[in-house]
T-cell receptor
Framework: RKEVEQDPGPFNVPEGATVAFNCTYS??????FFWYRQDCRKEPKLLMS???SGNEDGRFTAQLNRASQYISLLIRDSKLSDSATYLC???????????FGKGTTLSVSS | EPEVTQTPSHQVTQMGQEVILRCVPI?????FYWYRQILGQKVEFLVS????????KSEIFDDQFSVERPDGSNFTLKIRSTKLEDSAMYFC?????????????FGPGTRLTVT
């Protein structure tokens, strides 16, 4: 059964810092992963998809390392508004349902 | 920007009562999902739905749960006889397709409190 594991943190960083989160997965058959962001008591919001070639969107870069079975998210120039829980998400073996990690909490302070 | 909507935002019910949670998926999406998140825990898959039938369900989705698409827009989750442990946030999601590359978009959730 596929599992997704993350370091829960919290990561406490000052504004402007660069921070990286890693996530490991146990199902080597998965083709794609996602990073979602979740604010306290809110819904998960899609941050970015992660494919074999990786993905970059502004200050955010996601990488997929299939050999080591981990996914990373890099946030550059952290903003106060980046404070949230970041969820690493993959698919189940059938590719039909999302499997969520428990999330990594980021707190950015001024 | 189109979004998934859910009602009610908060539902309080007594143990043993039936509840129906409602969702309106994004209009051109064909696949619909329910997830739940118990406070302090991770988001868990419940069920996926396509072409008016369940395509997959998890171990959590037992006989107490059912889903329905009663019309062209609504997608509902019914819990027949609620238990204390059903207290959680219930998120509806939808996607254009089911393939691994298609992102799922989540509604704001319904907070269910069973007393």
């Amino acid at each position: 059964r596929k599992e997704v594991e993350q370091d829960p943190g919290p990561f406490n960083v000052p504004e402007g810092a660069t921070v990286a989160f890693n996530c490991t997965y146990s199902n080597s058959a998965s083709q794609s992963f996602f990073w979602y962001r979740q604010d306290c008591r809110k819904e998960p919001k899609l941050l970015m998809s992660v494919y074999s070639s990786g993905n970059e969107d502004g200050r955010f870069t996601a990488q997929l390392n299939r050999a080591s079975q981990y996914i990373s998210l890099l946030i550059r120039d952290s903003k106060l508004s980046d404070s949230a829980t970041y969820l690493c998400v993959g698919f189940n073996q059938a590719g039909t349902a999302l499997i969520f990690g428990k999330g990594t909490t980021l707190s950015v302070s001024s | 920007e189109p979004e998934v909507t859910q009602t009610p935002s908060h539902q309080v019910t007594q143990m043993g009562q039936e509840v129906i949670l409602r969702c309106v998926p994004i209009s051109n999406h064909l696949y619909f999902y329910w997830y739940r998140q118990i406070l302090g825990q991770k988001v868990e898959f419940l069920v996926s739905f396509y072409n008016n039938e369940i395509s997959e369900k998890s171990e959590i989705f037992d006989d107490q749960f059912s889903v329905e698409r009663p019309d062209g827009s609504n997608f509902t989750l019914k819990i027949r006889s609620t238990k204390l442990e059903d207290s959680a946030m219930y998120f509806c999601a939808s996607s254009e397709a089911r393939d691994r590359g298609f992102e799922q978009y989540f509604g704001p959730g319904t907070r269910l409190t069973v007393t």
